[in-house]
T-cell receptor
């Protein structure tokens, strides 16, 4: 099956710092998604990317769909304590089926 | 009320016991999914259903079964629980082809001792 490699697995940063995480795939896909899971909750969709090279922002979050269509990046600027959680990349295949990366656990020190 | 409700939120059970996790949704979506979350492994698909008469195995279906009782209800069963089924379980729904993203429930934390 498809494999998504997400890195880093965890990050512990100071409030106010910028954060960058990425995801790579063994295959080419047409849609990249980024989800956030708050502690004790289910994942919630943050950003969806539909074409190679696309750069999309959602507040302090910016995500890019890699030119090779095999990778994607998520950046968070000026982190705040509520950014804490697990961030997942996901790819869509076979019409609305999703496969997920292993997640990046973000911890923010006030 | 939440769009996707999972019950129970937490459960501790003994090895060999049968346990059912329930999921109900008010989204009106046809598609429903059960995922398992383990640290570092992300979310892995157990079973999915595209409508009431459709049930499909996912990546890690061994040891699990499901029932789609109605469009709004999709339950996951562990017939004989074992310790390595200790995990966080999520139910999700989606509208289907052409619609991006799933709506997840808040999860059930299952511990098998």
């Amino acid at each position: 099956g498809q494999q998504l490699n997400q890195s880093p697995q965890s990050m512990f940063i100071q409030e106010g710092e910028d954060v960058s995480m990425n995801c790579t795939s063994s295959s080419i896909f047409n849609t990249w998604l980024w989800y956030k899971q708050d502690p004790g909750e289910g994942p919630v969709l943050l950003i969806a990317l539909y074409k190679a090279g696309e750069l999309t922002s959602n507040g302090r979050l910016t995500a890019q769909f890699g030119i090779t269509r095999k990778d994607s990046f998520l950046n968070i600027s000026a982190s705040i304590p509520s950014d804490v959680g697990i961030y997942f990349c996901a790819e869509e295949y076979a019409g609305n089926m999703l496969t997920f990366g292993g997640g990046t656990r973000l911890m923010v020190k006030p | 009320d939440a769009d996707v409700t999972q019950t129970p939120r937490n459960r501790i059970t003994k090895t060999g016991k049968r346990i059912m996790l329930e999921c109900s949704q008010t989204k009106g979506h046809d598609r429903m999914y059960w995922y398992r979350q383990d640290p570092g492994l992300g979310l892995r698909l157990i079973y999915y259903s595209f409508d009431v008469k459709d049930i499909n195995k996912g990546e890690i279906s061994d040891g699990y079964s499901v029932s789609r009782q109605a469009q709004a209800k999709f339950s996951l069963s562990l017939e004989s629980a074992i310790p390595n089924q200790t995990a966080l379980y999520f139910c999700a729904t989606s509208e289907g082809r052409g619609h991006i993203g799933y709506t997840f429930g808040s999860g059930t934390r299952l511990t098998v001792v």
